[in-house]
């Protein structure tokens, strides 16, 4: 026993919007396509598989094995953002194409939402056979491909759930597959998951908490503290990293570990980032109309943030907004941001740094960039990571590769900050090397805006 997925051979294109319904050689046919099938993927939507239940059930009942394979396409609306729903139509049809690949006639392809798609899997044998499918198909998933000339990256987060130790019903095993899938996104993305039981409480504690920070942007329940940067040679007071906090009103302060990839995951991450960029410009200037020490202040932008085409306005409105030099703001952008797409976020770059904004390029040393690359990156600082600090006093390949580091920015102008210094071995070492600037506990935590003030009015935090 089969389902017919084929009954509509016509996409919405083909028909004329200014002819009559009656006019049609067969409307009633057309209309019933129309409501059953996706007209962009001509493939059953989620309505098709409802109105079809007792015959699905009835396939996944006599076959001797069945599962459910649900995929979400990653970040897929930021290709309709950024490229345009022409571009993004053509894209899932190319992504359709790629998943046609991988089923046979037994399955069935039921496209769930624009960027979700369901698979009825019975042509495999058993769970090891299906492991081995799921692999494949989630390899396919993750690659460029070129829409009109449109280099565009594609990845995607897979969830199984296996027929009966799943679910007995359909509805149960659609709802655990797409529970796998959201503990995949969880994982990381590019990632598959079959489902387990444990999984619903993670999920829904994920559910609870996205929940919870939607109400926070709305209340705006974040703080900023500040890290102070140390001249390592004086121990003056050089400038300080914003970094954002989340005081919930019953679980007190939780850490950007905990809701940054959250915020980047549901699309927040853009207004957070806006929150603190005017928290740090507002409160930079009155601390300069107090008299205080001018100190540059940096805030983080993800790669969210830099993608977006309203990152420049954002950065030009706040300063005009609160009337700060933008030479009193920094931008920090980790390794990894700008080498996922190293044209574009240099591009992106250049026109930040052609405001008078300096940048920091974090977590250097982290295994991303290539020599060939470095030369050009359009950044003014770099940030060697805490990892490569720890054992510097203690281990001499560490010191010698952190030596080297800091001789090679200092060889192509970059000027050099030392994060999660902690001890006076490590910043002696520090200084041995000529190294600019250093973060870390040594020196001071991040802090609240009034300490950072206390700071700023003694403008010296070290006796060095």
């Avoid at 396919?140 to 000339?149: A, G, H, Q, W």
């Avoid at 509805?171 to 796998?180: C, G, I, P, S, V």
């Avoid at 489902?195 to 999920?203: A, I, T």
């Avoid at 050009?376 to 990892?387: A, E, H, L, N, Q």
Wanted: neutral net charge; glycine residues 4%; hydrophobic residues 40%.
């Amino acid at each position: 026993m089969s389902i017919d997925q084929n009954k509509c051979n016509f996409k919405i294109e083909n028909i004329d919007s200014h002819k009559h319904i009656s006019d049609m050689k067969n409307p009633q046919k057309e209309m019933k396509c129309l409501a059953l099938y996706n007209p962009l993927t001509n493939i059953p939507n989620i309505i098709y598989a409802k109105e079809n239940l007792p015959k699905i059930i009835n396939l996944v009942e006599q076959s001797k094995f069945a599962a459910i394979v649900y995929i979400n396409i990653n970040d897929f609306k930021n290709v309709n953002y950024d490229l345009g729903y022409k571009l993004g139509d053509k894209l899932i049809v190319k992504i359709v194409s790629i998943i046609k690949g991988y089923i046979k006639e037994e399955d069935m392809l039921c496209h769930v939402a624009i960027d979700r798609f369901a698979i009825l899997v019975r042509s495999v044998k058993d769970e090891l056979d299906l492991a081995g499918l799921v692999y494949s198909l989630s390899k396919s998933l993750e690659k460029n491909v070129t829409i009109e000339n449109s280099n565009i990256y594609i990845s995607a987060s897979l969830g199984i759930a296996i027929y009966p130790k799943d679910g007995r019903d359909l509805e149960e095993l659609f709802r655990n597959a797409d529970t796998a899938m959201s503990f995949a996104k969880i994982s990381g993305k590019s990632n598959y998951k079959f489902f387990e039981s444990n999984m619903r409480k993670e999920v829904l504690e994920k559910v609870e908490l996205e929940k919870e920070l939607r109400e926070a942007v709305e209340n705006n329940e974040f703080t900023v503290l500040y890290q102070p940067k140390v001249n390592i040679r004086t121990g003056k007071l050089e400038g300080a990293e914003a970094l954002v906090r989340w005081i919930h009103p019953t679980k007190g302060i939780i850490s950007p570990v905990v809701f940054i990839n959250l915020a980047e995951e549901i699309g927040l991450i853009e207004k957070i980032g806006e929150i603190v960029m005017k928290t740090v410009c507002s409160q930079n200037k009155k601390w300069q109309e107090a008299g205080y020490k001018k100190a540059a202040i940096a805030v983080n932008l993800s790669v969210n943030q830099l993608k977006s085409n309203r990152i420049l306005n954002l950065i030009k409105k706040t300063l005009n907004d609160t009337k700060l030099e933008a030479k009193w703001l920094e931008i920090e952008i980790t390794e990894s941001i700008i080498m996922e797409d190293f044209r574009y976020f240099k591009k992106m770059l250049n026109k930040i740094r052609d405001l008078g904004i300096k940048v920091y390029l974090d977590d250097f040393g982290t295994g991303y960039s290539s020599l060939s690359y470095l030369k050009t990156i359009p950044v003014d600082y770099i940030k060697i990571d805490k990892s490569f600090i720890d054992d510097i006093g203690k281990d001499k390949k560490q010191s010698a590769i952190v030596s080297a580091l800091i001789q090679l920015a200092h060889g192509i102008d970059f000027k050099v900050v030392a994060e999660g210094v902690e001890d006076m071995l490590q910043l002696k070492i520090l200084q041995k090397y000529n190294c600019d600037m250093v973060q870390g506990y040594i020196f001071s935590k991040p802090v609240s805006k009034e300490e950072f003030e206390e700071m700023l009015k003694k403008e010296s935090i070290s006796n060095l």
